[in-house]
């Protein structure tokens, strides 16, 4: 099994993203581990926009291809849920049978988080659910993501010798930032290379 980790997360579309980059990179090299980087890739300058965003897919789909494993930063963004583009890389990776490590830097259930996001949601009472402000029902399982995004890491982080979703508490100017739940996937998946 190779040692390459794919990190995904929105630390890409962050103004220090290539320093965040490298940071990380740093951390699994510590960890004995080659960190691949979204933005590492080479694409073509002066494409059109359609063809850069196919040109990133294909270069972030063969990362995830050349690695044993993917660690996604799952906090919240732009909304009560993770990124999608990190929730594809990680079902993309899952599928192809990969090591699938996540943590958050934000603590809650998706419906405590949906509804701080969305102040109009509302108990329905007569059916015992929460709906948010269209009217449709706010997922309740109790979980901090997605069922189909927090099962797979509950799934595969039992696996790897440790809790579901890793949850690290910091403050909110360094939700995309802080990699403290970062390191504790790096001792996961450290623990998985060595079982």
């Known amino acids: 099994m190779n040692r390459k980790i794919y990190l995904a997360g929105p630390e890409v579309f962050h103004p ?6 490298r940071q990380k990179q740093a951390l699994c090299r510590e960890y004995g581990f080659e960190g691949l980087f979204p933005l590492d890739s080479e694409i073509a300058p002066r494409l059109t926009p ?4 196919m040109a990133i897919y294909r270069a972030n789909r063969r990362m995830i ?17 993770a990124d999608p583009g990190t929730v594809f890389e990680l079902g993309y990776a899952a599928g192809l049978g ?7 830097n934000e603590a809650g259930t998706l419906l405590e988080k949906t509804r701080a ?15 948010d402000r269209l009217g449709l029902e706010i997922e309740d399982f109790g979980l901090s993501d997605n069922l189909m995004i927090a099962c ?14 890793l949850i ?3 403050t909110a100017d360094r939700r995309l930032t802080d990699l403290a739940g970062f390191r504790v996937c790096l001792d996961l998946a450290q623990r998985a290379f060595a079982a």
């Open 16 to 21: 220090n993203a290539a320093a965040l980059g």
């Open 50 to 53: 359609t063809k850069t965003a």
């Open 65 to 81: 291809e050349s690695a044993s494993s993917v660690i996604a930063n799952l906090t919240p963004f732009r909304g009560p849920s």
């Open 98 to 104: 990969r090591l699938t490590l996540g943590y958050t």
């Open 117 to 131: 996001f969305d102040p109009a949601a509302s108990r329905d009472a007569a059916r015992h659910v929460w709906r």
């Open 152 to 165: 797979l890491m509950i799934a595969c982080c039992l696996e790897a010798g440790g809790a579901s979703l």
């Open 168 to 170: 690290n508490l910091c």
